[in-house]
């Protein structure tokens, strides 16, 4: 029921096989000198084969930093993983010594970033640097490495590959450059794709043709992928299941069509209710009232009780777990089936 | 706290106010206030250099070198507080006495007391020092000043100046200069320290020039100061107010570093007869005095040694962490 | 030359605006090698009380486009009309009144500040450039005032620019243009840098503001929806041209030139619901650069009507025919069907 698209693989349909990368719990936190800020909270979440879901969150929200413990790639000091289990297929790469870990990376789960340009070495040429991806992981001789690079720049439709294959990054584009980006992801045909705010530095012609390849590109390899993200629009186009994350927390997870069509927290439906709507123009846009809070100082009980506006007393008291409402829908508020039904909008205090 | 507040970083500090509705701010306030760890008064205003003073405090590297720094100071103000023994009573009978009975650090060569003279060179060590690092700093900085800030051929007359003093190496053209113009016995004190402290300023301030350059190219492309030319603010308003606050800190933080390194160059310059000359009492001189007596009496050549190692690490320890007080990229 | 006779309420009466920047090579001997051309033949106007937004991918020449609007730099060639005078041959006492009248709100609020002064010194420093606008004594309860309107505490007055957040600190660069009274303030980007949540109420203050003061505002963005909603005409720019302008609906109901469409169906719908049934314009290829643009029409590279007519001839900005506002393209049509049902 989740999607329409014919792409989106089902889940196992066997519950005994273990999923494909399941997030268990997961604790990070970061030791700086003005404190402990706790960016992650316990963030569980299961991805399947041919599935995207898609983490949307503002800055600060853990979304990034959950992305980065499940690569490994945190910067230790100042971040730590403080709890939790990261399993692929079981395995729980948490637990793994670094030199086997590696071997995950790029093969197992890839990731590709925001920001194109400082991710490629501006000294080689990009053939050069998706070549070494082969030479080193698969010991291919320069050769058979520059076919296959050649290759693999043709499916992220690079023009005229086979010229451009010695070129350096400064001479790509921003679209180019991340197409590059995603054809080093992929080299190693891996099952998870983490892309990181693919398109956020791009320019909205360039990011359709983006995602538009990685969608693709998913449905070729049938590969699981983690969109992280603040763009309510991209989210809408592309995913399948949803995270919603605040202060380092779930606050919803549901099916995308669940989402837009009924959000069942008050955060979730503040952001819907920002995004500028053609039939409300020439009224005040409704905004979420003040600042996400300090992940050095996070409020007791619920972490969006202070911008909330249907904070009551038990939200001061009880910090609200993320429970099941309906079937595969989850919100972490005392007053989920409530903002769900809508109705806070007919009884405001 | 500075940095783009990325997701790897804490929220910078939220001071409430954002809520557009004036009800409810009572708790917005309260739950986001600065995480300014157990600082109280959140009233108080903390500017950047509140912020790296804080920082400062904690730091044992800071705290130790600036000890240090402290003590050297007063050595060199006063002196007569550490010794009572006049540096320049000698007696040829102690001549290269180990340390030991009637001296703590022994005698020299010429029997004067090597703690005295070692606690009296501090002076002329730390004046050169310091009025190198003033003179290379007010010259280095007011040309890259105005070459980062004006551009075009004032820049590249100015950068081209500046890159043909940076070809002579500093402690070569020092050399040239001093050579040039001796100090003898009869030149006075102040005439002789002048004399050095000139020499490292014709050749120190090119480094000063252009971090000071760069930086000021840096920060005159800030929205800050494109807004205050939108505001319709002068040059020397724009100098002043703003760009010259924000380039300051990488000059301040070489300075520390480079305070170190003229105390150690002077020394050199004096062990090379052509910087300091007696009768000015330095490390450098009496570096230099011991040199041909190394192997019979090593405390000659070990305890000033010692005394220039600990200054010249204590002003690069300084300068290292005023620097990373001052990075905004570790906030 | 394309420009219509201002009408009388026009505040800003921009005239066929160009901007080059040279390139050169070497150090000492600068050799001129070509030039980018960021702005090249905008002609537009800004009327009393309305907002003009300002969209077009990145180097378009939208930035460049407010620095010359702002005066922080020197056209090539071409006019901006204030009051009846050109801002570019203004000297002297002339110049600083318009420097009161015209201002800017910037894209980055950490860069905007000036992070060693406190906010009281930011927002009340157009009263230090023009004292005659508040008497000394009455300075620091004017930047109360301000910090007021713009929805922060009065009391933060002695606060820097680093104890705030990103919203935060956009609003004290709202307040420091607000301080001198203007009548445009040119905003560069305002919301893009801040977070979902915080553009909304960014947004909001400025609307509220523009009825306060009878503010007229040029909106530049890369955010289609949030010009659409804040906008009352919108001026679309692509390679230092504007490819297309008109009213908010005649831009975003009925565009006539192929880069509006396929930019318009390119931005995300935030409704899954559509998804799939949208028929997207997928332009091929990147903007090209600004330094050798394309001959005649800019955005015949990528366009899919193009002919030899676009290479050979600019397509001027007028009102074309079945249509009622202007566009740059020789072939500018109404496209049906955006919306197409599988």
Redesign the interface.
Known sequence: MATTEPSAAPRPPDAGAAPLLEVDDLHVE?R????V?K?VNGVSYTLSEGETLAVLGE???????TA?AIMGIL?TP??YVTGGAVRFRGQDLLQLPEEERRAYRGRSVAMIFQDALSSLNPVFPVGWQIAEMFRVHEGLSKKDARARTVDLMDQVRIPAARERVNDYPHQFSGGMRQRIMIAMSIALDPDVLIADEPTTALDVTVQAQIMNLLADLQRERNMGMILITHDLGVVADVADTIEVMYSGRIMEQASVHDIYGAPAHPYTEGLLRSIPRVDLKGQELS?I?????????I?EGCEFR??CPYAQQICHDTRPPLLEIAPGRFSACHFAQEVLEGDFDNAEQ | ??S??????????????????PG??A???E???????GDPGP?K????AG?AWR?LRRNPVFLISSGIVLVLIVMAAFPSLFTNADPRYCNLQFSRQAPGDGSLLGYDLQGCDIYARTVYGARASILVGVFATVVVCVVGSLIGMFAGFYGRWVD?LLS?FTDIFFAIPLLLGAIIVLATFPSGQGTAEWVTIAKVVLALGVLGWTSVTRIMRSTVIQVKQ???V?????????TR?ILM??VL??AMAPVIVYATITLGVFIGVEATLSFLGIGLQPPVISWGIAINSAQDYVRQSPHMLLIPSAFLSVTVLAFIMLGDAVRDAFDPK?? | MTSTTPSSDAVLDVQNLVKHFPLTTG??FKRHVGSVQAVDGVSFELRKGETLGVVGESGCGKSTLA?LL?R?EEPTSGRVMYNGENIYDLRGKA??EM??K???V???P?????????VGD?VG??Y???PEAAPKGQRRAKVQELLDIV???P??I???P???????RQRI?IA?GLA?RPDVIICDEPVSALDVS?QA?VV??LESLQDEFGLSYIFIAHDLSVVRHISDRVAVMYLGRVAEIGSDAQIYEKPTHPYTQALLSAVPVPDPSVRGQRQQILLSGDVPSPASPPSGCRFRTRCWKATDLCAEQTPELVVRPGSDHESACHYADVREDVVVHH
């Open positions: 970061f700086t000198r003005d404190g800020a960016a800055s600060g929200s853990g979304k990034s930093v980065q910067d100042p971040g905004a009232k003040g600042l996400p809070p300090n992940l050095s100082r409020p202070p911008r | 706290m500075n783009g507040s990325t997701e790897s970083n804490p929220r910078g500090a939220g001071l409430g106010g954002e809520v557009a509705a409810g701010t708790v917005a306030e739950d986001a206030a600065p995480a300014t760890n009233e205003a903390r500017s950047l912020d920082d590249a081209r800030a929205d800050y494109q807004a205050a030319r939108a505001l319709g603010g002068g308003r107010r703003h606050p924000n570790l906030r | 150090i000492v620095k702002m922080l110049l600083r420097r009161r015209i201002q800017i910037f894209q980055d950490y860069s905007s500040l000036n992070p060693r002064m406190t930011i420093e157009p230090e450039i023009h929805g922060l505490n009391e933060h002695n606060r820097y680093h104890q705030f957040s990103g919203g935060q660069g420091r001198l915080v109420q909001n203050l």
